[in-house]
């Protein structure tokens, strides 16, 4: 129970922390909650009254002191996800359609674009079935589509929603560590899940060899950049069990095609194509 407080309380200061720092006196005066009137809401006008730059600069401050109230109860990638499955679509939709619409919609076209009408679909960390959910709507037709994930909470929320669908497979197992359904599959895709592998190489490397001669692997990830902003996410990150994808590893991926970035409240995205050599 000490830790979960610990954890709640860490996370609330970084996230209104890199609000305050992002947003200014604008995000400060939504703390007046409703009021108008009295000596809580003259202290927020008060607050909200000070310098741009002051406040920015205590919105730092505050992350800062979130990340070590954090660091004293940091969560694993297992934990975080079985704890959110439940809330993990919701989440998702407005990550797609507010904060990287952009990225959002040139990777579901990406996946459309390449995706023969009889194609074999192989999803890695699936989640709750979003990557599914957006071929379905944009009507992309497929053979079969296999669906893999660490956690079990994930893959139950996407199961009740596709599991009628008798195309569609799911598995539970480790990206890192245990092997890949066996393929050849015609498209490989991911979602924000790379920055969650201590080796993202490694899996890339896994996904190539069960990818077919001509086929393609489309990833949207979040990447590292050289600015004080990306080196701070890092840190946050960090204590959620995560890290950016460094630019020179994507370099590295094999059959390199495409490596575009879009940038965001809550750092850059990553939409990388790969190809494999047809013949």
Do not use: C
């Amino acid at each position: 129970m000490k830790e979960k407080l610990i954890r709640i309380a860490g996370l609330s200061m970084i996230v209104d922390g890199l609000l305050l720092a992002l947003g200014g006196r604008s995000f400060a005066r939504v703390w007046r909650l409703g009021t108008e009137k009295g000596a809580y809401y003259d202290l927020v006008l008060w607050f909200a009254s000070l310098p741009q730059w002051l406040l920015r600069l205590l919105g730092l401050v505050e992350v800062t002191a979130g990340l070590k109230v954090l660091g004293r109860a940091p969560l694993s990638v297992s934990a975080l996800y079985n704890a959110g499955a439940g809330l993990y679509s919701t989440i998702d939709t407005s990550w797609r359609d507010w904060l990287y619409a952009d990225a959002h919609r040139d990777f579901d076209e990406t996946m459309a674009a390449y995706l023969p009408p009889d194609g074999r679909i192989l999803d890695l960390g699936a989640g709750t079935g979003a990557n599914l959910g957006r071929l379905l709507e944009i009507g992309a037709p497929f053979a079969s589509y296999t669906a893999v994930d660490r956690t079990e909470a994930m893959l139950a929320q996407a199961r009740a929603k596709y599991g009628h669908l008798s195309q569609v497979q799911w598995q539970q197992l480790d990206l890192q560590h245990d092997p890949l359904p066996p393929g050849p599959f015609d498209l490989i895709v991911s979602s924000w899940v790379l920055e969650h592998l201590d080796d993202p190489a490694l899996v890339v490397e896994k996904a190539w060899q069960q990818l077919r001669a001509g086929g393609h692997v489309v990833l949207l990830f979040e990447v590292e950049d050289d600015s004080w902003y990306s080196r701070l996410e890092n840190r946050v990150l960090g204590f959620l069990d995560a890290q950016q994808v460094p630019a020179a590893t994507v370099r590295q991926f094999p059959g390199l095609k495409r490596f575009d970035r879009y940038a965001g409240p809550f750092g850059k995205l990553a939409l990388v194509v790969l190809e494999k050599p047809a013949g």
